[in-house]
């Protein structure tokens, strides 16, 4: 199976319908233009179990993100937050309703297309780092390098130049033992972008940190998502945190409150 089984379609591929000339002395007005769409859920459903022990996490819920843009998602304990960043990073699937990645529909994909999505086009940051405790830093990051097959020498540059653009710079030889907290984290995130994913998906990235060190990852992603345009959404607990992204979502047993937060950007 290719790639090309599940490579979304370029919009800017696809040709625009004929515009007709305008007449003579005719004003021209220069459309707005707007942010693409990246991702879409619509109805989205999702049920554990079945019969008298059965439990619905998602109850219809739309969502869409576009390109570039910087989403946290709030919500209590069991309000569906975790439940719906599994199946937006394709690490579940819906029990109904669909799934649009750039206009693909992810729920109609095999496990082996979902997993291409994941290597390809997504991005992944932990709570708990999740790092190779053994491994240098150089290592953990060129991971998913290794699953892409790609060769030694531009895992190592791609790697390096990763490791720089988070301020770690000179620390590629030492391990996750060797690192504190918040550059244990800086490395995740090194891992995470060395891909160049369209999708970033953080769950409670900055939840094993101090104040300090939440705000040094949370600049950091505000910068990821301003300077390389990479479409961030995050899960947090935290008010605080979330209040560095352009748009606050919130999750109530299961669903979407139609109340919406949105961040005045520059």
Not at 55 to 75: K, N, P, S
Not at 124 to 145: C, D, H, I, K, M
Not at 225 to 236: D, E, K
Not at 250 to 262: A, L, M, W
Request: proline letters at 5%; aromatic letters at 6%.
């Amino acid at each position: 199976m290719s790639l090309a089984m599940c490579r979304p379609v370029d919009p800017s591929s696809l040709s625009g319908p004929h515009t007709p000339e305008r007449p003579e002395g005719e004003r021209t007005v220069t459309p707005v233009r707007r942010r693409s769409r990246l991702i879409e859920l619509t109805g989205i459903t999702k049920t554990y179990g079945r019969g008298a022990s059965a439990f619905q996490a998602l109850r219809g819920v739309d969502l869409r993100v576009d390109e570039g843009e910087f989403v946290a998602i709030m919500g209590p304990s069991g309000s569906g937050k975790s439940t719906v960043m599994n199946i937006l990073g394709c690490l579940d699937v819906p029990t109904s309703g669909t799934y649009e990645f750039r206009g693909v529909h992810v729920e109609m994909l095999s496990r082996n297309q979902r997993a291409l999505l994941r290597r390809y086009y997504l991005g992944f940051v932990f709570q708990g780092y999740n790092l190779l405790s053994r491994t240098s830093a150089l290592e953990n990051v060129e991971l998913p390098l290794v699953y892409r097959g790609e060769a030694a020498g531009t895992r190592h540059a791609a790697a390096r130049a990763a490791l720089a653009s988070v301020g770690l710079g000179g620390w590629e030889g030492h391990t996750a033992t060797e690192l504190s907290g918040g550059q244990e984290q800086r490395v995740a995130i090194a891992r995470a972008i060395v891909t160049r994913p369209s999708l970033l998906l953080a769950d409670e990235p900055t939840g094993n940190l101090d104040t300090q060190c939440s705000r040094e990852i949370m600049e950091l992603l505000t910068a990821l998502n301003r300077n390389q345009g990479i479409s961030v959404v995050m899960v947090t607990h935290d008010p605080n945190m979330a209040a560095f992204a352009r748009r606050v979502v919130h999750f109530v047993d299961g669903r979407i409150d139609q109340g919406e937060h949105r961040r005045e950007t520059g």
